[in-house]
């Protein structure tokens, strides 16, 4: 199995940064693709970006430019760069890995962005 944990979420003002990172354990040798996904307050968790470990990166077209994941394999550790912060951006973000030939998926606990005016 693998787990997974965020951290780097917190209070933020629109127009700031954070980096949010997550590291992973246990069967990390079986892991794919890792991702980010956020959950704003009464909607659905929607995917904002992917890496493969060859480094292929994808982005929703709502953050493309603001937001740069980025992984490190030696330190089993995903980052997602947040810029120009907005108060849309506000939510829980949720670190994921896809691990054992595709065949499972892990989450983290999630970590809190709140993005104030």
């Known amino acids: 199995q693998v787990q997974l944990v965020e951290s780097g979420g917190g209070l933020v003002q629109a127009g700031g940064s954070l980096r949010l990172s997550c590291a992973a354990s246990?069967?990390?040798?079986?892991?794919?693709?890792m991702g980010w996904y956020r959950q704003a307050s009464g909607k659905q968790r929607e995917l904002v970006a992917g890496?493969?470990?060859?480094?292929?990166?994808t982005y929703t077209d709502s953050v493309n430019g603001r937001f740069t994941i980025s992984r490190d394999n030696g330190k089993n550790t995903v980052y997602l760069r947040i810029n120009s912060l907005k108060p849309e951006d506000t939510g829980v973000y949720y670190c994921?890995?896809?691990?054992?030939?595709?065949?499972?998926?892990?989450w983290g606990q999630g970590t809190h962005v709140t993005v104030s005016t």
């Open positions: 890496i493969t470990p060859s480094g292929t990166i």
């Open positions: 246990g069967s990390i040798v079986s892991i794919n693709t």
């Open positions: 994921s890995a896809v691990y054992s030939s595709r065949r499972y998926l892990a």
